[in-house]
């Protein structure tokens, strides 16, 4: 004799299962490559912040380039992985955030290093894997008969 066993859910202790199963996806999106994981989320003012000191802290030589890798474009880990000189530490003061597009977070910040203030602008866009940033710039005040240059 066999006996089946089947477990019920508690009604006072357990929400039924149909609430726990995730949202199917269709097949087709499976089979085109369709992203299984939501959407990043908007980037808040204190976490770009802390972006774009992990950043300054790979352009100062503080922190290892590779280490910030994931997080830029190609052209900015470029710019910040290249020569390194001796450069003073860099810290942000103020940070100001807008998002001109839903999938972009433009930042200006005010840095200070060996007690001048320098201006930081970044730009951030939403990838399917998360946040990157595309644009990095330490603007600093151009010495008399030198050519701009751009940080990274």
């Known amino acids: ?3 089946e066993h089947r477990l019920r ?39 770009v912040g802390r972006l774009l000191n992990m950043l300054l802290e790979a352009y100062d030589g503080r922190r290892p380039a590779a280490q910030v890798r994931a997080l830029v474009a190609p052209e900015v880990y470029a710019g910040l992985s290249g020569p390194r000189t001796a450069r003073p530490r860099h810290r942000t003061q ?8 839903p999938d972009v977070v433009e930042a200006c910040a005010r840095v200070e290093a060996d007690g001048r203030s320098f201006a930081l602008a970044a730009r951030f866009t939403r990838t399917p894997t998360g946040w990157r940033c595309v644009r990095f710039a330490l603007l600093k005040p151009q010495r008399p008969g030198q050519p701009s240059r751009r940080a990274a």
Do not use: N
Request: glycine share 4%; hydrophobic share 25%.
């Open 1 to 3: 004799m066999i006996e």
């Open 9 to 47: 859910t508690l009604t006072h202790y357990e929400e039924p299962r149909r609430a726990d199963r995730p949202e199917t996806v269709a097949s087709w999106e499976h089979r085109r490559g369709g992203s299984r994981c939501p959407a990043p989320r908007q980037l808040e003012a204190s976490e």
């Open 94 to 101: 103020t940070i100001h955030t807008c998002t001109p597009a």
